[in-house]
């Protein structure tokens, strides 16, 4: 029987893979056969994730890219073409969520940032990647969203905004490049054991109230996560598109 989840010859990029849910998702890519390349903001962190998985005997390689910056996304693409020809694997996870406080408080330079990379980052990095995808005849986006998108988090104002607006682009993307063989979807990661989310999982009065409504009674570790995106990533989901599967622990049961 074919390996559904078999991931050999395929090109993935996965986007803040220097750590946390996008390293764990780049490690199981690529021990599932595809060449993962391993981008965030900083090239040395992304080639230590790089090195590591080739010394543990699978493809990966590392570019640096702010997906806040335009610049950034045209010039990683055009790496991935020259080097590669192709991709096949988009996982969109680079975020950013720079203020944690009263949504009234936020101020332009906090907005302008979440938005940038939050949105914008991801739609032209979907845009372009769609565009060599539907030139080679099809093709995977991932996008990393959020239970924040679904809830707002108390505090979380305008991450959560951006967060909705990925769900929302997921299934605009999902619509309209069908036809053209490319799969989107999205992961919806509830409360994960990050530095990114170490605003919430180190403060023990919120740490204990976010716990309580979590049924697993727990903080995910980001490998959890991964699994899932190996899943919408591979042919085991050869007929899903525009879904946005949530892995909170079931925490909005």
């Given at each position: ?119 914008r980052g ?63 979807n999205a ?55 525009g879904a ?10």
């Amino acid at each position: 029987m074919k390996n559904l989840f078999d991931l050999t010859g395929k090109i993935a990029l996965v986007t803040g893979a220097s750590r946390g849910i996008g390293e764990s998702i780049a490690r199981l890519l690529a021990a599932h056969g595809a060449h993962v390349i391993v981008s965030s903001r900083k090239i040395d962190a992304c080639q230590a994730v790089a090195d590591s998985i080739v010394e543990n005997g699978d493809k990966a390689s590392a570019f640096a890219c702010h997906v806040g910056e335009m610049d950034q996304i045209e010039a990683i693409f055009a790496h991935i073409k020259d080097e590669f020809g192709r991709i096949d694997i988009l996982v969109n996870n680079a975020a950013a969520n720079p203020y944690y406080g009263h949504i009234l408080n936020t101020d332009l330079a906090a907005f302008e940032k979440t938005v940038d990379v939050n949105i914008r980052g991801y739609f032209f990095m979907s845009t372009t990647a769609g565009q060599m995808m539907a030139e080679q005849g099809g093709g995977v986006i991932l996008n990393t969203a959020s239970v924040n998108g679904i809830v707002a988090g108390d505090k979380q104002g305008i991450y959560s905004i951006t967060k909705a607006a990925v769900i929302s682009m997921t299934k605009s993307f999902a619509k309209e490049c069908g036809p053209l063989n490319i799969r989107v979807n999205a992961l919806l990661p509830g409360l994960t054991d990050t530095k990114f989310a170490s605003a919430l999982t180190t403060n023990d009065k919120v740490l204990k109230m976010a716990l309580h409504a979590i049924p697993l009674g727990r903080v995910a570790d980001p490998d959890e996560m991964a699994g899932t995106v190996l899943y919408l990533v591979s042919d085991a989901s050869s007929y899903t598109t525009g879904a946005c599967v949530l892995v909170d622990g079931g925490m909005l049961s």
